[in-house]
Structure formats: structure tokens, C-alpha cells
């Protein structure tokens, strides 16, 4: 089933400090240019009602790489009427097994934040 | 490094092996607010408590946005174990540079994560 999954690629972003899915944050996915070391931007988009966004890269153009996945999650907390310590999160990966799945969730609050592979 | 302490500390633990992550590369960036570049402050190397002492100083610590960048695929690759992010960056806002900032890094190979401590 995996190597048929046409989203190779998700995310979750959830708001730890309210205990809710993150809901409208802007999310863009970037791939590394190796040879003139510069970032093209893939994809942008902005997570629906259960912090979730789709439709990163398919599955014909998820080639192996250096990736990034920026969250802005500075405008999140402002949009809310709050400060956040950070301005935004990047979170940069290298994919080597391209038939594989990588659920990359974002678990954040106002003063911090984690990331993992998860399924 | 005589003189006070750095007001900017980090701490960087291998949450995976249960020890700090000694010898790991980092570096201190600022961004200059008017050309949004970002410019070196300085670089170094966690010791074998993980922390990186003379970050910066007191005189330099400026109210701006700063991003710390750890070299975590090369610490896992000096313990030839692979990592799944070649790099940590960290970006923050410094509003009020009277205050201490604690920036820990808890790392494995396929997660991390970061908090203002104390």
C-alpha cells in the first residue's frame, strides 16, 4: 500500500498550548537545488480545521533530496492576539527512500516546539 | 571569556542515547532588521556537558530576531549513526535582552525538540 500512496509526504500541526489542532497556519514545503545551493519553494498551503494540510508534493515529484517544511507560526499565534517566542519554524530533512511515508507532525505552544517521523 | 556570563545559553542532550550531545557544532545568527541578512555572531562547539559557553555578551545582546543552527547530521555521522535532519535551526525574538535565555535542543535521530527554559 505505501509505495501506492499518492501523499508521500504530511504533516500535523498541533497547538499544545490550547490542547487543539492548529487551524489555518500557513505551511510551504521547499526542496534544496544541491548544484546552485538555493531553495525552491514546492508547495504552499494552510492547515484546515484539524491542523492538517495536503497535497505537499506527489508522488512523481517527491525525488530524494533536502527538504523543508516552514511553519508560520508566528502569524498563528498573532492572529490569536499573542506573542510567540519564535517567528516562524523550519524544519529541514533529507529524504533518501523516496517509496517510503513521512508524517512530519509539529507539536507547538507559544514557548516551544517538537517535531518527529511519524507514521 | 572573562566578564559575565552569556544572557543566551543553550543545552543540547542526545534524548536518544540518554547523554549530552558533546562536540557538536553550532553557530549564532542576527538578522539585520533593515537588509533582513542574517550575520555571524559566533560559533562554536558543545563541550561534554552539551552547552556552549560565551555565546554572547551582555554588551552585544541586542532586541531582534537571532537563529541558532546546530550541526546534527555531522554529530550523528561522528558516532556513525545517520540523522534524519542534516541541521537544526532555531529562530527566535528577543524583545527584552535584560532577561536570560535558555535555548535546549533534545535530539535523535528523527525528532527533536526546544523550549525557553531557565
Known amino acids: 500500500m505505501t509505495s501506492a500512496d499518492p501523499n508521500p509526504l504530511t504533516t500535523h500541526v498541533l497547538n499544545t498550548g490550547d490542547g487543539v489542532p492548529a487551524a489555518k497556519m500557513d505551511v510551504s514545503l521547499h526542496r534544496l537545488d544541491s548544484t546552485l545551493m538555493i531553495w525552491n519553494m514546492l508547495s504552499v498551503g494552510t492547515t484546515n480545521e484539524d491542523g492538517r494540510c495536503s497535497g505537499l508534493v506527489s508522488r512523481e515529484a517527491f525525488s530524494p533530496g533536502m527538504y523543508k517544511l516552514r511553519f508560520e507560526t508566528g502569524s498563528y499565534w498573532e492572529n490569536m492576539g499573542q506573542n510567540s517566542f519564535y517567528p516562524y519554524v523550519e524544519v529541514v530533512f533529507t529524504i533518501t527512500e523516496t517509496e517510503q511515508r513521512f508524517h512530519l507532525p509539529l507539536l507547538m505552544s507559544r514557548f516551544s516546539y517538537s517535531t518527529y517521523r511519524g507514521s | 571569556m572573562a566578564g559575565s556570563p552569556s544572557p543566551l545559553t543553550t543545552h543540547v542532550l542526545n534524548t536518544a542515547m540518554g547523554v549530552p550531545c558533546s562536540n557538536m557544532a553550532l553557530s549564532l545568527y542576527r538578522q539585520d532588521p533593515s537588509t533582513n541578512a542574517w550575520n555571524l555572531i559566533t560559533t562554536g562547539t558543545t563541550n561534554a556537558d552539551g552547552r556552549c559557553p560565551g555565546l554572547i555578551t551582555k554588551q552585544i545582546f541586542t532586541s531582534g530576531v537571532y ?46 525538540s526546544t523550549y525557553r527554559g531557565s
Not at chain 2, 550541526?71 to 535584560?98: H, K, L, M, R
Request: include cysteine.
Open chain 2, 67 to 112: 537563529r541558532m543552527r546546530f550541526e546534527t547530521a555531522q554529530y550523528w555521522e561522528s558516532i556513525e549513526e545517520t540523522c534524519f535532519y542534516p541541521y537544526v535551526e532555531i529562530a527566535f525574538t528577543i524583545n527584552d535582552p535584560g532577561q536570560k535565555y535558555h535555548i535546549p535542543l533534545l535530539l535523535s535521530r528523527f525528532s527533536y
